[in-house]
């Protein structure tokens, strides 16, 4: 397999540190209201229509680039001020994560959003059209009406984020407004119209009237006579950007008047070719279409991607003659071009020197490594079709990032390496795969990138010093595919090659001791799970550390010290009370097993709650992680037991015995399954209820409250439509209504709501 390393421009070295991930530019950038500029014609007839509307809480403003949208969202921003969030997006919030994180720091910079929202929603399963609810009881909470605006959602197009933005949009309390800038029409404005709840500001409404053109024209140094602007404004249809356009080439000595398209036509591109790229010096076009790769541009990095000095002059220089050049921040160091600006820009970069393509974008990649700003260089060492280059970047970024909730960031890089074939080149990435997949529970994917793993090489050394061979032993030890003394032999191995630093340490540990437990070594599990629970703490891994108090306090209760368990689900539940840990895959067997002491203490509220969490969660419990899944389900089984709950205990019996087909092998708890099915077979029947929901029905809960219709929800969850109605029915019976509406009442009631 050949690569393309001989992209990377010469002098720039492989670097082998850990770059750090971060934003790749500051927030600011995006949550900023765009500060008004010289030359800006103050839209007063739309922004009195804006300030008339009362009753509608959602605006649409939508039409092709240059119409001015985010001039009149900014003016009307400015007179709203302070009660203003605003949100520029960009393809990078087409992962959900970051899209709903960016919107609740719009509406923080308003007021304080509660910091346990903050990380709820930044959970590895917070981000989501599900987590929208919470976003809005923090606008309620809020001390008055606020508005949030989201400018150029043109950029979101994950279904996933769009998800987010629809059902935002439906949900916005009366009195909150919600205003979208895009060049489409946005997706529910039907369902917001039929009840007058939107007010639409289209192409036609944003056109230039004779007197705005003129005032336009005069800020822009240039003065016609009334009859002049009335026939300019007929040719340009009033298109704004085409007004200003004519402006410039009246000023440079062209025609004022010859502008033959209006903001669509498909000779604008030729128009601007000739009036801003022939009359401009060869080193002026260079520097404009070279630089026309990056989305956003300061000085050094032109230095750097146009091979010249100076650049940040060129910059200013740009900004003081036109609009076409955009500052992003009050310093004057980040700007952008106009969108349409660049798009010419970029098909004259492909016109003229199409074969540079690869070695700027690699220049720009280095520029960006070497800032730490791995994310910015991992898009342009991809431009740059450097997949070896990408795929070492990936490897230093992909773990942070991932556990900070972006897991879509990370799976897109993913995808992108396994189109180049070349996931399996690299192991360590391929076992990140892996148990992204497995912590989601997506079994079957965990599967294939495990496969992959075994197959790739392994011979690189990670970032924090780790070996590929102990990553490898790592995922083996947790999948546990061959039975329960390899899975300690292989978090031996693991321990062995993972550097001091490394975030898996605790985790093998953890692993190693649990082994020991299964195969009935109480006292070594116990010393390994100890050491395991320092390890975690002192490696800041929160919401790992309850699991190991967990599995500790199982020891205690097989010793009979219900004192040592009682202290260890005294400390457990300190951790994971504020609910900031309940879509991680790790509570799970947290809150299955505080039930069985709440069961203990005869506090049956208390654990009817604590297993309604853990409820919620059965969908990630699978034969990917097989042996903290098990432990969950029979917790859950035996205090469904207990609870007189026999429903509940067949339904995680059944996912037990699912397990064990791919898994036979887990010690100890092969046999306490067996005892959990005798059991069971003892109890009779009743009405089935909420417990008994499977885990594919629990899959379905959290997108019942949305607007999703079953066909939508079923494409998210990659089903049939009539599956999707067949689960749905199913959840109707067990729960006791005949509608789905009713059926969100009584998951509000049960606490089945993901962000109850």
């Known amino acids: 397999m050949t690569t393309t390393a001989s992209t990377r421009p010469p002098g720039v070295a492989r670097r082998t540190r850990r770059a750090r991930a971060q934003p790749r530019f500051d927030v600011d950038s995006k949550l900023q209201v765009p500060p008004p500029r010289p030359g800006i014609v103050v839209r007063a007839a739309l922004l009195d229509r804006l300030a008339a509307a009362d009753g509608p809480n959602v605006v649409s403003v939508a039409a092709p680039p240059g119409y001015g949208k ?20 960009d393809h990078h919030d087409n992962d959900p994560a970051v899209f709903i994180a960016y919107l609740a720091a719009a509406l923080d910079r308003i007021e304080p959003v509660e910091r346990s929202v903050v990380r709820t929603l930044g959970s590895p399963r917070g981000a989501g059209v599900a987590r929208v609810p919470i976003l809005v009881d923090a606008l309620r909470s809020m001390s008055g009406p606020v508005i949030l605006v989201v400018d150029q959602a043109e950029e979101i197009t994950s279904p996933e984020s769009l998800d987010i933005l629809t059902e935002l949009a439906l949900s916005v309390p009366a009195g909150w407004q919600l205003a979208v800038a895009s060049r489409h029409s946005f997706a529910p404005a039907a369902r917001l119209r039929a009840h007058g709840r939107l007010l639409e500001i289209g192409a036609e409404d944003l056109a230039m009237d004779a007197a705005e053109a003129d005032q336009l024209l005069r800020r822009a140094e240039l003065e016609l006579p009334g009859e002049d602007v009335a026939d300019l404004v007929e040719r340009t249809e009033g298109w704004p950007t085409g007004l200003y356009l004519a402006a410039l080439a009246a000023r440079s000595g062209g025609d004022s008047t010859g502008i033959p398209f209006g903001g669509d036509d498909r000779f604008v591109g030729d128009y601007l070719r000739e009036e801003f790229l022939d009359g401009a010096s060869r080193s002026e076009v260079t520097f404009l279409t070279r630089t026309s790769i990056l989305d956003r541009m300061c000085g050094p990095l032109c230095d750097v991607v146009v091979g010249r000095r100076r650049s940040s002059d060129m910059l200013e220089n740009l900004e003081g003659r036109n609009l076409l050049v955009v500052p992003l921040d009050r310093r004057r160091e980040w700007y952008r071009y106009h969108h349409l600006f660049r798009e010419l820009l970029q098909a004259e970069l492909r016109r003229r020197e199409p074969e540079t393509l690869p070695s700027l974008h690699a220049r720009a990649a280095a520029w960006y490594e070497a800032s730490s700003m791995p994310e910015a260089a991992i898009e342009h060492a991809q431009a740059a079709g450097d997949a070896e280059w990408v795929a070492r970047l990936v490897l230093e970024v992909m773990q942070p990032i991932w556990a900070s909730g972006r897991v879509d960031t990370v799976l897109r890089w993913m995808g992108w390496l396994e189109e180049k074939t070349w996931v399996e080149h690299y192991a360590a ?33 990670l970032p924090d010093g780790s070996t590929v061979a102990a990553t490898l032993a790592y995922l083996r030890a947790l999948r546990c595919c061959d039975g329960v003394e390899q899975m300690r032999t292989d978090a031996v191995t693991a321990l062995a090659g993972l550097s001091p630093s490394s975030p898996y340490r605790a985790t093998m540990l953890q692993t190693e001791g649990v082994a020991s437990v299964l195969e009935g070594d109480l006292d070594r599990g116990e010393q390994s799970l100890a050491h395991a629970t320092d390890v975690a703490i002192a490696a800041g891994a929160a919401p790992f550390v309850p699991v190991v108090l967990a599995q500790r306090g199982m020891v205690a209760i097989q010793r009979n010290d219900w004192s040592a368990a009682d202290a260890l689900a005294e400390q457990a539940y300190a951790l994971v009370r504020g609910g900031e840990f309940d879509d991680y895959w790790t509570s799970a067997l947290v809150y299955a097993w505080l039930a069985h002491m709440a069961v203990h203490r005869g506090d049956i509220a208390e654990a009817r709650r604590h297993l309604t969490r853990a409820a919620r969660l059965r969908p990630l419990l699978t034969y990917a992680l097989p042996v903290a899944s098990v432990q969950a389900l029979l917790e859950m089984g035996r205090s469904y037991l207990a609870l007189a709950d026999p429903h509940g205990a067949r339904a995680a019996l059944k996912q037990i015995e699912a397990i064990l087909r791919q898994r036979p092998a887990l010690g100890t708890l092969t046999t306490d399954a067996a005892g959990l099915r005798d059991q069971v077979d003892t109890v009779g029947t009743g009405s089935a209820g909420a417990s008994s929901l499977t885990a594919a029905e629990l899959r379905l809960l959290p997108l019942l409250p949305t607007h999703l219709s079953l066909r939508e929800i079923g494409e998210r969850l990659y089903v049939s439509r009539h599956t999707v109605k067949s689960q749905a029915i199913a959840v109707y019976r067990k729960l006791g209504v005949s509608s789905r509406s009713d059926a969100i009442k009584r998951m509000r009631e049960l606490g089945l709501m993901a962000h109850d």
């Open 70 to 89: 985010t001039t009149l969202l900014a003016q009307w921003a400015q007179h709203r001020q302070p009660r203003v969030g605003w949100l520029t997006a």
């Open 429 to 461: 990435i391929a076992t990140h795969g892996s148990l992204i997949h497995a912590l989601l529970g997506q079994a079957g994917a965990a599967e294939r990138w495990a496969a992959a793993a075994e197959e790739g090489s392994r011979a690189e050394m």
